[in-house]
């Protein structure tokens, strides 16, 4: 309870001593806001948004070390021209979010430090009492019910104080900070857009699977198995007056049909790997490391069967790590380690390449991260230049 | 040959029985289960077992299962496993018992009716059929691999090889005389550093072990 209280009151002094950013924050946000009928606000404003951003953020982590949680908001990102700039900074409604978490923090982070800090002042003043007692100092500074003139009037009031002072403080001080870093998660963080734009991620990516397995089963199987039978059909009539044509169209036909097998096949392997289905994780996992020019060592000790969607989206996940691990990494080895604790899947792909893998460059990370999400899952790559790269990610699994 | 058919698709196992009755083979039974499976390979003592990989109850893969396990009972019985698709992983666990007369094709090769043929009387006889679809798998190896030192036609010997073909197979698939063959086999034994083998099971399950890097 004591340790709670330190690490409460910790936090809340960190806290404080984001309110001078947040004043200054506010204050550059609305002078480039009255600036704003200018060109020159115009050019400024966005950098006061995100001034604002990075004091939210550094709010954010603060409290998400509090809660022992990710704390994240998505922004816009802000690019473009000026003009274009203004209205996505502007449009975003985190932007206001944030704005009123500054504002509101002015207060409640000074009241929130003041309580901690009054906390640990009364309990100070508590230990005092015997020198108040001790030294000759004017009896009116110290007011309380009795007088203290004994020792034992000392010994009795010292504890009882402390006693007091500690149960309630002790108790009271982690409350507000849990109250606080909650009401800044809401703020900051707010639940239900996160849920939207993951639910609305989920559904387009969702959506462009179908159409993508749509068109592949339109414009190739259906459309092998339409000159599959035409060629058949033909074959049939002129079978009699010409046989060794129809001999010709029916391995045509033939040919057509096993290219069409191929094409099922990999089409049912982008949906759901049938090994996958036959084996679950850790076989399907194997597999993959059985098939990757990079040497693999595969760690999926107790993971079992998992839902099937779950299964899923971490081998796909790991089938695109190794990909990159094969193709960007220069690696001679790479491990992959699935754990399953309590109800979350870790999935982590390490590899000992040059490192310095890039979210952007078209490596099919954005793609992971887009999955995981969907799943309200975390997603984390470290890639320091020269490597080792690590791609970390969990998915809930109940 | 007498034949036993294991697939619990009525089409699949309608389309076999004729293709097979067609090329001159008896199917004395078809069965749709692991159980029947067994019950038919005790009693009719067929010379090989066709066997879909997926069958009830869990459609996933019993067949494999069911192949090892029938195998185990009744050492020697040749076996051809098919399924919609290949992986390396059942290919190895197929040969594992160890012995000859095992075969792992992917269902597509039914439709090149001499070529399936030809590999289900190769397994009949104690031979190998390996899909080549196991063998490419198997062949996406990491770099500075001693594979990466042959020439692209040891590395088609290496293949066919490797699917179960005999030197007399491989020269007539390559179009070259036996003598080319079997001096290819020599240089490439010699590059991944295996012992001399004749031909044969035995040799399949060394290149095959050498592949998966058993």
Redesign the interface.
Known sequence: MVWRAVRATGRLVLDLLLVPLCVVALLVTVVTMVLSATYLGLVLLPFAIRLNRGVASLARRNAGAWLGERVTATYQPIRGGVLTRVRVATGDPQTWRDLGFLALHVVTGPLGAGLALGLWGALGWGLSIPLWWFAPLPEHAIHLPWALDSWARVAVTVPLFLGLVGAVGFRVVPLVAEGLFRLAKAILAPRHVRLAERVTEALDAHGQELRRIERDLHDGAQARLVSIAMRLGIAERVLADDPAKAAALITEARLSTEETMTELRDIIRGMYPPILADRGLPGAVAALAARSPVPVDVETAGVGRLPAAVEAAAYFVIAEALTNVARHSRASSAQVRVRRTGNRLEAEVTDDGRGGADEDGGSGLAGIRRRVSAFDGETTLTSPPGGPTTLRVELPCE | MRVIIVEDSVLLAEGLALLLNTEGHEVVATVGTAEEFHRAVAGHRPDIAVVDIRLPPTF??EGVRAAIQVRRDHPGQPILVLS??V???YATELLAGGGGGIGYL???RV??VSEFVDALERVAKGGTAMDPEVIA?LL????AHPIDSLTPREREVLSLMAEGHSNTDIAASLVVTERAVHKHVGNIFAKLGLPPSDSGHRRVLAVLAYL?GV
């Open positions: 996933r893969d919609q698709y992986e390396q992983t992917l269902k597509d439709a090149r798998q996406v190896r990491r770099h998966s």
